[in-house]
């Protein structure tokens, strides 16, 4: 039923529009004192993130050797100081003592009825604690992880007392790692232990020997963390989390951010969609779909996830026949149709699972998930148009944007930081899988993401090359991550009617800011047209 014209009230009263009446002149709004975004770096959110921090934290590692102590440290510093702009460093007693006294000690080295080796194991540890309050004396809020076995009461309290009266006046918690899980500590020992500069020289099998000898004394005088010890997170077995008495902004936010980790190894398949219309035209942002050689993409894509990514290579223990396993792997999209579109192909079987919690259930191979934080960066006003287009029209824009493309926030868009800010629990749920995760996702987002497992600096990250057509693996470990480049498509694939490369990345400053015309030149690293 209509409502009678009376009994609307004014304020939503339907207005008499005149299409012929003059418009009255836009108001100008005197705003003498505007608010403004800081400019250049930390200009975005990302630096309300710092300033919510407001104490220094000290974290002291605990537990034996292999327990994934150095892994877990080197995650916590790498997720503060790229997500959240938190200066984070790791002071490894090992690397003191490797300094000091050499790489190759026998296990006997730590025998703890060995004098001279503890002494020498004494200056090691109070050389890196040095180096730690010197860094933590710095001015602004900052992480320092003191990342050694700290195996004994003594050794603890004797830690805690040099830190308190150092006056540095940051919160201290104990991380013990603890892990009775044989198989994965010999996994462990082998993949990592063997690979550190302790052991590179020495056949592995007496490498291992040598490495369980000296866990063995450490264990002789091992002692776990009490509940009196102060404010500690105990990890066991990647499993079970104990968490006593921890407060504050920064150490909870390790405490989420730790439950969410693993030191198993397992990748990450990083691509961008197939070549879209946009891509085609040069045009930045849309919602276009894929071109013809987006789609055999795609369909190459599939196969790679099938035979690459889907199976994994076992060894039968009793004959050492070499065999290939399905394994189970996730998928994940942005929400554009792109992206969406490339993974059209690839195949959905289904098989029971049995997951590390003991759980069983049916798996859905690559199942696709949608997620808006993988959506491409957001170009606002700019959405839509070419680097070309954007040149003309919003010049200013576009000088902006090549002195600063970090911070740089386009009108009504995104800027890099943004991406950065809405990656964070995203990159979280890629610390907690344990599966491969295929991800298909844009340039920009790729970026981040590539930067963060690689231990870029964040201003590099949107220069990073992310070209068209090929899968970046990452695996990340202890001290790095490894990476490997496939390319399903080369570039003579793409180009087959003989046009100009089009440009899909923002074209570097090539000339002096003197001049005026930027050049677009086709060779350029960050020009990420189909290449190979
Ligand atoms: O050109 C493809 C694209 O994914 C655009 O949609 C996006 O704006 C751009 O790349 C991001 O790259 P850059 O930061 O170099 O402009």
Redesign the pocket.
């Known amino acids: 039923m209509q409502m009678p014209m009376s009994a609307v009230p004014a304020s939503s009263a339907v207005q008499d529009v005149r299409p012929n009446e003059e418009l009255p002149p836009v108001v100008r709004i005197d705003n003498p004192m505007p608010h403004r975004l800081p400019e250049g770096e930390n200009a975005t959110p990302l630096e309300v993130i710092g300033t919510t921090a407001s104490d220094k934290l000290i974290i002291l590692m605990v537990g034996l050797p292999a327990t994934g102590k150095t892994h877990i440290a080197k995650r916590i510093c790498r997720f503060l100081s790229f997500f959240h702009d938190i200066p984070s460093q790791i002071f490894n007693a090992g690397d003191y003592r490797r300094q000091l006294f050499g790489a190759t000690m026998p296990a006997s080295f730590y025998d703890p009825t060995n004098e001279e080796g503890s002494s020498s194991r004494i200056k090691a540890c109070n050389a890196a604690l040095d180096d730690l309050i010197a860094y933590m004396k710095q001015e602004g809020v900052r992480v320092a992880a003191f990342d050694a076995t700290n195996g004994t009461k003594e050794r603890r309290e004797y830690l805690m007392q040099s830190l308190k009266s150092s006056g540095i006046g940051a919160k201290i918690i104990f991380l013990e790692s603890l892990c009775d899980n044989e198989q994965l500590l010999e996994e462990n020992i082998r993949r990592v232990k063997l690979n550190t500069p302790d052991y590179r020289d020495l056949e592995p099998e007496a490498a291992v020997a040598d490495f369980k000898r000296r866990r063995d004394h450490y264990m002789s005088v091992y002692e776990t963390l009490e509940e009196n010890e102060g404010p500690h997170i105990k990890i066991i077995n990647s499993k079970r989390f104990i968490v006593n008495n921890i407060r504050g902004y920064l150490p909870l936010k390790v405490v989420h951010f730790i439950m969410n980790l693993h030191t198993q190894t397992r990748t990450f398949y990083l691509t ?1 969609h197939g070549q879209s219309e ?2 085609l035209l ?5 919602d276009s779909g894929l071109t013809p050689a987006g789609k055999e993409y795609a369909r190459r894509l599939a196969d790679f996830a099938r035979d690459h990514i889907g199976v994994r290579k076992v060894v039968d223990p009793n004959t050492g026949e070499e065999s290939e396993v399905q394994q189970p792997c996730r998928l994940w999209t942005s929400t554009l149709r792109r992206t969406k579109e490339t993974t059209q192909f690839i195949d959905h079987s289904k098989f029971k699972y049995k997951w590390d919690n003991g759980d069983t259930g049916e798996w859905v191979q690559f199942r696709p998930m949608a997620r808006r934080n993988l959506d ?2 957001y ?1 606002g006003v700019c959405d839509g148009m070419t ?1 070309k287009d954007i040149e003309q029209v919003y010049p200013e824009e576009f000088n902006r ?1 090549q002195e600063d ?1 970090l911070t740089y926030r386009y009108p009504r868009g995104e800027s ?1 930081m943004d991406v950065t800010l809405r990656l964070e629990p995203l990159a979280q749920e890629m610390e907690r899988t344990r599966e491969p995760v295929l991800i298909v996702g ?3 987002i790729l ?1 981040i993401l590539y930067a963060y497992f690689m231990g870029l600096d964040r201003k590099e990250a ?2 990073v090359s992310i070209p068209l057509n090929n899968v970046i693996e990452l695996t990340p470990h202890a001290y790095g991550c490894h990476e490997k480049r496939y390319c399903l498509m080369r570039r003579e694939e793409m180009l087959n009617d003989g046009q100009d490369e089009p440009v ?3 074209p570097t400053k090539k000339i002096s800011a003197a001049e005026q015309n930027v050049v677009y030149h086709p060779q350029d690293p ?1 020009m ?1 047209a189909p290449s190979c």
């Open positions: 961008r946009y891509n040069g045009k930045i942002g849309g491409e960066l170009a680097y944007r493309k890099y844009h340039q920009g970026r949107p220069y899909t990345s923002m960050v990420n």
